[in-house]
């Protein structure tokens, strides 16, 4: 890619980021849907030991476009900043979703990364792009966390009572 399309596949992506608002947020995931997913999340975590968080970016600052950070590393930066690597078992998981490009990425802790390989992420991924490109955000997320959850349960059985370590509300951002 030259340098001037790569300027204009910035500037593109920065119009896409400053597009999205927070209004387009809360009509993705308005709070019956941020409710279904803490439900989702808390029965989840009954069923098995992981801890996951799911955290919504409506838009990216025009800075963080510019400078060419990637979704990835938007949701690496993330599972730092709000600690889901710092969980007693290594087994924290980040739901990373760009809403503004409508992707998704999904951060594991070690211990998780070690046992689920990238098709099934992909697959949990791909379940929330493929709904978002229809508008179905509800239906889309709350069937990715169930095959997240049933992946984890599978691998991270619970055994018993224990605290919850990370809060399970969606994070709107």
């Avoid at 989702?40 to 955290?55: C, F």
Wanted: a neutral charge; proline letters at 3%; glycine letters at 6%.
């Amino acid at each position: 890619m030259t340098d001037s399309s790569s300027f204009i596949a910035r500037c593109r992506r920065a119009l896409t980021h400053l597009r999205s608002t927070a209004a387009d947020g809360r009509r993705a995931f308005p709070q019956a849907t941020l409710t279904a997913i803490e439900d989702a999340i808390a029965k989840g975590e009954l069923a098995h030991t992981a801890e996951v968080r799911l955290i919504v970016e409506t838009s990216l600052n025009p800075g963080e476009v510019f400078s060419g950070i990637s979704n990835r590393e938007r949701a690496l930066a993330l599972f730092a900043q709000y600690g889901v690597w710092d969980t007693e078992d290594n087994c924290g998981v980040l739901i990373y979703i760009n809403l503004a490009e409508r992707k998704v990425d999904i951060v594991a802790d070690r211990n998780v990364g070690r046992r689920l390989g990238p098709a099934e992420w992909q697959a949990i991924c791909q379940t929330m792009t493929r709904g978002y490109a229809s508008g179905a955000f509800h239906d889309s997320t709350l069937q990715a966390l169930a095959t997240l959850n049933d992946l984890l349960a599978q691998h991270f059985p619970a055994n018993g009572a224990r605290s919850n370590q990370l809060p399970n509300q969606a994070i709107i951002i």
